[in-house]
């Protein structure tokens, strides 16, 4: 009998010195797409310092639903208890720009 398959999902760790966020992917998305939820949740852009790997993964179910980003764009959420693959992508370092005001 062969190894049940387990829902995987994909996320970037994007961070600074002040916070910590973990953008989830129902699918393989590159590291330029969660930086766009982050600046889309700002509502303005990020300066990057850096883009590395990420090589975490873990198996486990979790407690409150979470929000993962399908590859049509959309938001899908996960049932609590159910037993999940989570791979870690890469961790971005990003900061705030400076608005200038004119």
Known sequence: MGEEE???VYYHVVENEEVRYRVYFAYQAQPREAI?????????KLHIYDIFPNFENEIKSIDTPIAVITESGKDMYLPTK????FVGCSTI????????ST
């Open 82 to 85: 159910l037993e999940m693959e």
């Open 36 to 44: 766009m939820q982050i600046e889309k949740m700002f509502n303005q």
């Open 6 to 8: 387990l829902f995987k």
């Open 93 to 100: 370092l990003f900061g705030l720009k400076e608005k200038t």
